[in-house]
């Protein structure tokens, strides 16, 4: 006999930032198709709800769950939306299983976090571009909590560094008028552009400022190249061909890893999601945050919280990134860093990755760049071609 439990789905599949929730979702349901069809000895009933990118529909989504007696959802890809929503788990009292990339600098035992924390993904990624020599940045973002904290974290490492952030630019979720922000650029002429834009808002920026570069007879990639740490492979496919290419991004997964695991990850996707997207980080952290509630879900035998609470942070999962654990005193996954650089076919190449999972560190206890200086060599291991 199986233990069935219900499941929350929480991703907005449609609005500005529609192609990424859809990427979220489908990790979840092959997780959950998996786990059914496995032998943890129970079984997941998803039920699903889109929020359509806006605040209010998430708080509506998860009051309706969590008043229907489902305790446990996988879901949100926004700070602002996390943000919306943690009050209402903590009131009535579930858990919101969190598969995105976030600005860290947050605690809550009501969220269980399977995406990278600010360690393992904007650290790495300061490290790397000084370990080439790039101290200046251009920052342009969306204007809200993940630009704001993300660009705070760079402009500190920079400073300790010699370096300095020229500039900062922050737009609506949503917005697609670039060109006076490209100008600004194109004159201030930085190492990098740092770029938070999510959604529609990133891809009309990177294909706006390829086409101004261009026109200035300038190679963007190699003179005005553009860092990320939300860049993932459906975003590649939506910029087009025409802009695609060159482009740096600091990830805990890419599709492109070379591993059995990975590649049976990615195969097992492609037939289940022939028309994809493409999965990505975020497709991996909402995969994994579902099989780590299962397990968790297994192990304490019931689904009462506390004891899921308690059983999430003593389970393991073989994930197509490698081996990942929860932390127990911060809920956090440790994930791998990794650095890719696109390719004209919508696909990251694997530059460097640390050679095992760090530990996550939200608050930047221990790898602070206002404490500690950062590294003389870089953290991550330079991937042989």
Known sequence: MTDRHRI???????????????????????????????????????????????????ATGAERFLRAGIRHVVGCYTSSSRKEIIPIFEKIDGILWYP?????????????????SPNQHIVPLVQYLLARGDRTAFCVGSNYIWAWENNRILRETLALSGGRVAAERYF?????????????????????????????????????LRRACRGRGLDQARELPVASCSLAEPELEAIGPDAVDGHISSSVYFSSID????????????????????????????????????????????????????????VAFESPQGTVRLDETTLHAALTPRIGLSTLGARFTILAEAPAPVAPD??????????????????????PS
Do not use: C, W
């Not at 995105?100 to 990278?116: L, M, P």
């Not at 990850?265 to 299962?294: C, K, M, N, Q």
């Not at 206890?365 to 330079?382: H, K, M, T």
């Open 8 to 58: 929350g789905i929480l991703f907005s599949t449609s609005g500005p930032y529609g192609l990424v929730g859809r990427a979220m979702r489908n990790g979840a349901v092959l997780a959950v198709e998996e786990v059914n069809a496995g032998n943890l000895g129970i079984t997941l009933e998803p039920d699903a709800f889109d929020p359509k990118g806006e605040i209010a529909g998430y």
């Open 172 to 208: 609506a979720v949503g917005e697609t008028e670039f060109g006076q922000v490209i100008e600004a650029i194109v004159a201030a002429r930085p190492d990098f552009v740092f770029n938070t834009l999510i959604g529609v808002s990133a891809y009309r920026f990177f294909q706006e």
């Open 259 to 314: 591993t059995p695991r990975n590649r049976a990850f990615t195969d097992a996707y492609a037939v289940r999601f022939p028309d994809g997207p493409t999965p990505s980080a975020d497709t991996e952290a909402a995969y994994i945050a579902v099989h780590l509630l299962a397990r968790a879900l297994a192990r304490a035998g019931v689904g009462e919280i506390a004891a899921v609470r308690r059983a999430a942070s003593e």
């Open 100 to 116: 995105s990339h976030y600005e860290g600098f947050e605690t809550s035992e009501n969220v269980i976090y399977t995406g990278a």
């Open 362 to 383: 939200p608050y930047l206890v221990r790898s602070a760049p206002r404490i500690v200086p950062v590294l003389r060599r870089p953290s991550l291991r330079v991937v």
